[in-house]
């Protein structure tokens, strides 16, 4: 079951966020869960951060959202994860349709996102999701943990 995230999954989305799987690719380097609470706020302020649940448990979540005035046909995916208790089994695959699905039915016509070279199994779901490499963003991400740079890809999805 899909559902907008709320104050109360804050818990939850902290632990799979900071989850040693999942935070090398996401938007944030590790962090006391104080620090977090700004993080999630803006994450949930817009009302547009959805979270999966199965049996209560939050399997996975990520934020969608468009761009305003002449680009407001564009849609983007983001801050997206499966909690690892449950990953490999498909669940990406339909979160990422139900995004998709979701964007559409709001008018999008065209869905980006960025990926970071390094995470071929997420560039491995969004091709099979349809999704197209369009350009690299050259050093655009950097972790704490590391001394290098590394590249990003944006990809997008054209919808009917
Ligand atoms: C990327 C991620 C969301 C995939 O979640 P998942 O629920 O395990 O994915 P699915 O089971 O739906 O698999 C979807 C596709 O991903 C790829 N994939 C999944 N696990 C893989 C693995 N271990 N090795 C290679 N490819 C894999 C495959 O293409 C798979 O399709 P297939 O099963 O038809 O081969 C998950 O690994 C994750 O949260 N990773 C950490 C955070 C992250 O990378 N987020 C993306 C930020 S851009």
Do not use: W
């Not at 740079?149 to 919808?159: G, H, K, S, T």
């Amino acid at each position: 079951m899909r559902r907008q995230a709320a104050v109360s999954d804050f818990d939850a989305v902290f632990s799979i966020y900071m989850d040693e799987r999942v935070i090398p690719f996401l938007g944030y380097d590790p962090m006391p869960r104080e620090e977090f609470g700004t993080v999630y706020a803006e994450l949930i302020a817009g009302g547009n951060f959805f979270v999966h649940e199965l049996d209560g448990v939050i399997t996975g979540f990520y934020k969608i959202n468009r761009y305003p005035g002449r680009a407001r046909h564009v849609g983007y995916v983001g801050s997206f994860a499966v909690n690892p208790a449950f990953q490999g089994r498909g669940l990406a695959t339909s979160m990422l349709k139900d995004a998709i699905a979701d964007l559409h039915a709001r008018g999008v016509k065209r869905v980006e996102l960025i990926v970071e070279s390094d995470n071929p199994v997420a560039i491995a779901l969004y091709e099979k999701c349809g999704f197209e490499k369009e350009g690299t963003l050259r050093q655009f991400y950097k972790r704490a943990s590391e001394a290098h740079y590394v590249d990003d890809y944006i990809m997008a999805l054209l919808l009917e």
